[in-house]
C-alpha cells in the first residue's frame, strides 16, 4: 500500500484496551501467544524495528537476510513481519501458499519505495527505450513495490539490496551495456561509483517531469538513477561529517549508502545495516564510531558496546517514522487477532504479480552476497 492508499484507507483504531495495558502486561501477552503458537508463528524483525518489538522476534536482520529466512521458512503458518510494507510483500512472493504474511500496522509504508510508481515506471521505459533501444537492463533495490519487482523481472532484470548491490550491478552488466536503477538514486550511485564508473556517465530520471536529467552526449550513459531517496538517510549531510572531525578529529564514520554520494565520499566506511553492525562488532575496546544510518538500531549497537565510544553521526536524527509504526500494542494485537482465530492486515500480493516479482527476486537469492 502506498502513501495515497493509505490515505483513502479508513483509519484503523486500536481498541482503547490497549492504550489501559502496561508494557509488561503486554510483553506477558505476547510470550503466551508465542508459546501457545509455536512454530505454526514465526516473527521476522529488521533492524530498524524498535526494541519493544525486536525482543520478540523469531529473526532479526537486513533486508536481504530477512527475504533469505522467508524463502527458507516454509514451516510456519503465519509470519507476523516486524518491518515495512514491502518487506513483508517480498515475505508474501517468497513464501509458500499455505502461509500468511500479517503486517501489524498497515501504515508501516516507506517514503522511497512509493517514490516509483508502476505508471511512472513504465512511462519511464517507454521514453529510455526510444532513446537507448534494448540496450537497458532494470534493477530495483528490494525497498520497491512488488509491481516495480514485477516490472524489472518481466524484463530480465532484477533486484538488489545493500549487501549485494555491487555484485547485482556487475552481473547487470554482463547482460546489457546500460542499467536503470529504482528507486534509490544515492545506492545506485555510491554502488556504481564504487565499480568504477564516472558520474559523468550516470544520469538521473526525474519521474515527476518525466524527463532525463543528463548534459553531454547521452550514449556516454551507463546507469540511468531513479530520482528518489530515503527521507531518512538524506538528513545526514557534510556539515555532520565535518562537526564530527572537529569535535572527534578520532572517530570513525560509517554510513548506509543510502546516504548521499557526498556524505558516502567524506565517510571512513560505507555499507548496508549488517555491515556496519559486523563493523562496530569486530573493532577494538575503545574505538569510536559516528554511525550514519537509522536512529533505534543506533541506540541498540551504542547499548550493546559499552567499551566503545558511538554516536549519531546527526545529533539530532530521529528513527525511520513508518518502521516505528509497529510498535508493542500493534504487534500484540495481530497476535490477538490471531489466537481468536482471526486474521487481520495479511499481505497478498496479486497472482501475476508475484509470479514476475519472484524472476527479479529469484536472480538475486541465487547469487547473493
Ligand atoms: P538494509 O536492510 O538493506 O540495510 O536497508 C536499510 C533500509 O533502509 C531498510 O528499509
Ligand atoms: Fe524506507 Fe528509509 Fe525507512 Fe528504510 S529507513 S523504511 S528506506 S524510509
Not at 524484463?155 to 546500460?178: D, H, I, L, P
Not at 559523468?200 to 550514449?219: F, Q
Not at 572531525?245 to 556524505?263: A, F, G, L, W
Request: some cysteine; proline content about 4%; hydrophobic content about 40%.
Amino acid at each position: 500500500m502506498n502513501i495515497l492508499e493509505a490515505l483513502k484507507t479508513p483509519a484503523f483504531q486500536l481498541p482503547d484496551s490497549y492504550k489501559n495495558m502496561t508494557d509488561s502486561e503486554m510483553e506477558q501477552r505476547v510470550r503466551e501467544i508465542k508459546e501457545k503458537f509455536g512454530d505454526r508463528l514465526y516473527i521476522p524483525g529488521h533492524h530498524y524495528q524498535k526494541d519493544e518489538v525486536i525482543q520478540f522476534a523469531d529473526t532479526t536482520g537486513d533486508s536481504l537476510q530477512l527475504a533469505q529466512q522467508s524463502a527458507a521458512n516454509t514451516k510456519a503458518e503465519f509470519i507476523v513481519f516486524c518491518g515495512v510494507h514491502f518487506m513483508a510483500e517480498t515475505a508474501d512472493i517468497l513464501t509458500q501458499d499455505h502461509q500468511k504474511v500479517i503486517l501489524p500496522d498497515m501504515r508501516a509504508g516507506c517514503s522511497m519505495a512509493d517514490m516509483a510508481d508502476i505508471h511512472q515506471t513504465e512511462r519511464a521505459w517507454s521514453k529510455l527505450q526510444l532513446l537507448f533501444g534494448d540496450t537497458i537492463l532494470p534493477l530495483t533495490y528490494v525497498n520497491s513495490t512488488a509491481a516495480i519487482k514485477a516490472f524489472c523481472g518481466k524484463n530480465g532484470g532484477a533486484t538488489v539490496t545493500s549487501s549485494n548491490a555491487m555484485g547485482m550491478v556487475e552481473w547487470a552488466f554482463t547482460q546489457k551495456e546500460r542499467i536503470l536503477f529504482l528507486p534509490d538514486q544515492h545506492l545506485g550511485r555510491n554502488t556504481a561509483f564504487d565499480l568504477g564508473i564516472s558520474l559523468s556517465d550516470m544520469a538521473v530520471w526525474n519521474p515527476i517531469t518525466d524527463e532525463l536529467e543528463y548534459e553531454g552526449d547521452i550514449s556516454n550513459i551507463k546507469v540511468i538513477l531513479w530520482k528518489g531517496h530515503c527521507s531518512v538517510h538524506e538528513n545526514f549531510t557534510i556539515h555532520n561529517i565535518e562537526q564530527v572531525r572537529v569535535e572527534y578529529p578520532d572517530m570513525n564514520i560509517i554510513v548506509h549508502p543510502e546516504c548521499s554520494r557526498e556524505v558516502v565520499a567524506l565517510s571512513d566506511y560505507a555499507g548496508s545495516t549488517k555491515y556496519i553492525i559486523d563493523t562496530i562488532s569486530k573493532a577494538e575496546t575503545g574505538t569510536k564510531w559516528a554511525i550514519g544510518t537509522e536512529m533505534n538500531l543506533v541506540k541498540r549497537i551504542i547499548a550493546q558496546h559499552p567499551d566503545k565510544e558511538i554516536i549519531s553521526l546527526n545529533p539530532h536524527m530521529c528513527p525511520c517514522l513508518t518502521m516505528n509504526r509497529i510498535d508493542l500494542p500493534h504487534l500484540l494485537y495481530s497476535l490477538e487477532t490471531l489466537e481468536k482465530g482471526e486474521t487481520i492486515n495479511v499481505i497478498s500480493v496479486e497472482k501475476d504479480i508475484a509470479e514476475n516479482a519472484i524472476l527479479a527476486l529469484n536472480r538475486m537469492l541465487e547469487r547473493a552476497n
